[in-house]
């Protein structure tokens, strides 16, 4: 009896079981705060505001566009504001809580108000490569720390320890449609 106990019970947790959802199809909104930072530009480490969205196409590849503005002080009482809008996709190693991930976005950077670096131009087309880390705190809410290197056509990315500009952020974000 012992033995068709067994494969009764399995027929049962298979048939009561309710369908699984995994993390994809879901759209993220969120933002974050940290600093940016030219790495050999003079000027100190900035302020930084970054806000995304992504669109998870599987479980392991996102869509995502990063919009970041960051506030630099290359001369006294003369604020540079550099803004920030980029595109791409990101690999994700999903392992349900804690979600690694590395990307690479193109994308386009103005600068306004005050001087900035004399070797960039007002206007550049560049690439970052994010790298971060997430936790996901439910399956509607999330947090994470992203550092990102960016390069610029005037001022390329030589490699992630040669980048000519720097940002960290803490994020949060909401996530939708699961």
């Known amino acids: 009896m012992g033995r068709a106990l067994a494969p009764c019970a399995a027929a049962v947790v298979l048939a009561v079981a309710g369908q699984a959802h995994a993390y994809e199809e879901q759209w993220h909104f969120g933002g974050g705060l940290g600093a940016a930072e030219f790495v050999n530009g003079g000027s100190p480490i900035a302020p930084m505001l970054g ?3 992504a669109y ?3 479980d392991m590849f996102d869509f995502r566009i990063e919009l970041g503005a960051a506030q630099h ?3 006294p009482d003369r604020p ?3 803004y920030s809008a980029a595109g791409g996709v990101v690999y994700k ?3 349900l809580e804690w979600v690694p991930y590395a990307g ?3 994308g386009y950077y103005a600068f306004s108000g005050g001087p900035w670096p004399s070797h960039l131009k007002q206007r550049e087309l560049g690439v970052s490569i994010p790298l971060g880390l997430d936790y ?3 399956r509607t809410f999330g947090l994470g720390a992203q550092i990102s290197y960016h390069g610029f056509m005037s001022d390329p990315l030589g490699g992630v320890g040669d980048a000519p500009y720097f940002s960290a952020l803490l994020r949060a974000e ?3 449609g699961w």
């Open 51 to 53: 806000v995304v969205v």
């Open 56 to 58: 998870d196409v599987s």
């Open 73 to 75: 002080e290359f001369l």
């Open 80 to 82: 540079t504001r550099l």
């Open 93 to 95: 190693l999903d392992v």
């Open 104 to 106: 690479i976005l193109g």
């Open 136 to 138: 996901t705190v439910s």
């Open 174 to 176: 909401f996530r939708y």
